[in-house]
């Protein structure tokens, strides 16, 4: 199988001389009011692909017809339906089990709304064809000058956001991840414990706060986007309420999950300890604030001292549980062993 890899620019250390064993890949592409686009995106996916599944989410606008069509001329297309809209991340799921039942090694999510490039597929499943990376997913703020084309709203949405999966996901090394255009191997897909991962809209950053729990080793490709005449099914609003508090939530459970539940290390009593110190100063403080207005009294220097010093001392306990954060991301992929199944490599 010809997989038409594109030129390298992302992973430099890698031996070009190297060549990755051919691969089954399959592309699930979630259709929800595409049907103008869809088409035109399923004709340009190349035959590095050997299966295309167009999971029907419930469309409304003819996106059945179209892919019905486009079947009859490419026989790797499958068709599956939802009756009802379930989001994108439903169709996914769906489209991946399907695809790993049938003996997928990569699935590729692709959108239906012309928004990312079928011919970039060869090189977000790069990383994961030379052993380098379980998860791959674009990223369009890679190259500053594709960025003239990105609605600005939506820019500076994806730089907040980026921020926030950061904290989230544990995934420091990451930008835009709300991106769509993800591939993920086989093995790792199907650890991962789908009936947990949010469906709708919050599905990409769900799934990189799980991938995490799993120690995925997750990278970013440079891609370009298309902004055309396409329209987005998310809610603005709805975004700006909801995606701050899961995010919240689940960066909560992955600090319990990784430096209480499953191990306990030095960034674990650093957390501990700028949480009990900074509480512990506040409530000092505000106590002492709280009299001193009652009593017309101006606290005492050794008093102001006291109520300072452990919330300093917190602060850098805090950030230097950041540094161990940020240095945590995982960084050794699952590698095909000698017998042929998958393990984990330790960490030299």
């Not at 010809?2 to 979630?30: E, G, H």
Request: hydrophobic share 45%.
């Amino acid at each position: 199988m010809d997989c038409r890899l594109a030129p390298q620019t992302t992973f430099p250390n890698r031996v070009m001389s190297q060549k990755p064993c051919a691969r089954r890949i399959a592309v699930v592409i979630p259709c929800y009011k595409v049907s103008r686009h869809l088409a035109g995106v399923l004709s340009r996916i190349g035959p590095e692909v050997t299966a295309i599944y167009c999971v029907i989410d419930g469309c409304p606008d003819g996106s059945f017809d179209v892919a019905t069509q486009s079947a009859i001329a490419d026989k790797r297309i499958h068709i599956l339906s939802h009756f009802t809209n379930s989001g994108v991340g439903s169709a996914f799921i769906s489209g991946t089990t399907k695809a790993l039942s049938n003996g997928a090694e990569i699935i590729v999510k692709l959108d239906g709304d012309g928004q990312m490039h079928p011919e970039q597929i060869p090189l977000i499943v790069e990383p994961l064809l030379f052993g380098e990376a379980d998860f791959a997913k674009g990223n369009r703020f890679f190259h500053l000058e594709d960025l003239q084309s990105m609605p600005v709203l939506r820019m500076i949405g994806n730089a907040g956001l980026s921020f926030f999966s950061k904290l989230s996901t544990g995934y420091w090394n990451l930008f835009d991840p709300t991106n769509g255009f993800i591939a993920i191997q086989a093995e790792m897909a199907q650890r991962v414990p789908w009936d947990k991962v949010q469906r709708r809209f919050f599905f990409e950053s769900d799934l990189l706060f799980r991938l995490y729990t799993l120690r995925a080793i997750v990278v970013d490709v440079p891609m370009k986007a298309n902004y055309g005449n396409e329209r987005s099914n998310l809610s603005v609003v709805k975004a700006f309420v909801q995606f701050p508090y899961f995010h919240l939530l689940n960066f909560l459970k992955r600090i319990f999950y990784c430096y209480f539940l499953r191990e306990f290390n030095i960034a674990s009593l650093n957390l501990l300890l700028s949480i009990g110190l900074i509480g512990f100063g506040f409530c000092f403080g505000m106590v002492h604030w709280i009299r001193g207005n009652e009593l017309n009294q101006l606290a005492s220097a050794g008093t102001v001292m006291f109520a300072a010093l452990p919330v300093i001392l917190g602060w850098q306990a805090l950030l230097a549980f950041f540094a161990f954060d940020v240095g945590n991301v995982p960084k050794t992929p699952m590698r095909r062993a000698a017998s042929g199944k998958w393990q984990r490599q330790r960490d030299q």
